[in-house]
């Protein structure tokens, strides 16, 4: 079983940036696309930001475009999301999820209910 674990989570202000990690562990990661999901207080969790096994295809929900970047080191097992201009409607829990997959359109996996393999999160908040 992928076992993820997410951190860099914690308060910014408006236009601020994070980076969050997630690190993969129990298999070798670049069998898996992966991505990064957020769940806000009282909604559904939804998709942020998805990426294919070698990095081959990347996909990100509209309201992110621009100021995220989705990345990976299949060498060290880690996934990353870079959070700049960050926007109070963006606070919420971010979660990691992979899945062993070998297609190459990230679009075609990029959602909750695809994903197999879930870390437990890490709180973003954006606050003044």
């Known amino acids: 079983q992928l076992q993820l674990v997410e951190s860099g989570g914690g308060l910014a202000q408006p236009g601020g940036s994070l980076r969050l990690s997630c690190a993969s562990s129990g298999f070798a990661l670049e069998h898996f696309a992966v991505g990064w999901f957020r769940q806000a207080p009282g909604k559904e969790r939804e998709e942020v930001a998805c990426l294919t096994r070698n990095s081959e295809s990347i996909t990100y929900t509209d309201p992110v475009k621009g100021r995220f970047t989705i990345s990976r080191n299949n060498a060290n097992g880690m996934v990353h999301l870079q959070m700049n201009n960050l926007k109070p409607e963006d606070t919420a829990d971010y979660f990691c999820?992979?899945?062993?997959?070998?297609?190459?359109?990230?679009?075609?996996?990029?959602?909750?209910?695809?994903?197999?393999?879930w870390g437990k999160g890490t709180l973003v908040t954006v606050s003044s």
């Open positions: 999820a992979a899945l062993s997959w070998y297609g190459v359109d990230a679009g075609a996996i990029c959602n909750t209910r695809a994903m197999r393999n």
